[in-house]
């Protein structure tokens, strides 16, 4: 049985920073380019970034340039989203997903093959 559980989330004032972190279990980890979405209310599901399965390519979406990182461990199985200077829109609900993919430096943006049940970040003003 696949797995992703995501942790990390909670309320921050802007400005700050917060680490997302991601547990895989049950698929072939190195198989799997692995991103981090979110989803605010009333708006749909975006890509926020993404990590490459081997090369550890990485792909941001241009919101959060310059202001997140996306990290994975492969001997540990987990993926990680570190975010320093939160502003209030990045408030949302963020998920992890894993996709599998054919060659080590893809990053999908779209389409992916599993997800967590997502954490709340909340970022007040």
């Known amino acids: 049985q696949v797995q992703l559980v995501e942790s990390g989330g909670g309320l921050v004032q802007a400005g700050a920073s917060l680490t997302l972190s991601c547990a895989v279990s049950?698929?072939?980890?190195?198989?799997?380019?692995m991103g981090w979405f979110r989803q605010a209310p009333g708006k749909e599901r975006e890509f926020v970034a993404g990590i490459s399965r081997i090369l550890r390519t990485t792909n941001y979406a241009d919101a959060v340039k310059g202001r997140f990182v996306i990290a994975r461990d492969n001997a540990k199985a987990t993926v990680s989203l570190q975010m320093n200077s939160l502003k209030p829109e990045d408030t949302a609900v963020y998920y992890c997903?894993?996709?599998?993919?054919?060659?080590?430096?893809?990053?999908?943006?779209?389409?992916?093959?599993?997800w967590g049940q997502g954490t709340q970040v909340t970022v007040s003003s």
């Open positions: 049950g698929l072939s980890f190195t198989r799997y380019a």
């Open positions: 997903a894993a996709e599998e993919t054919p060659d080590p430096f893809t990053v999908p943006t779209y389409n992916y093959d599993y």
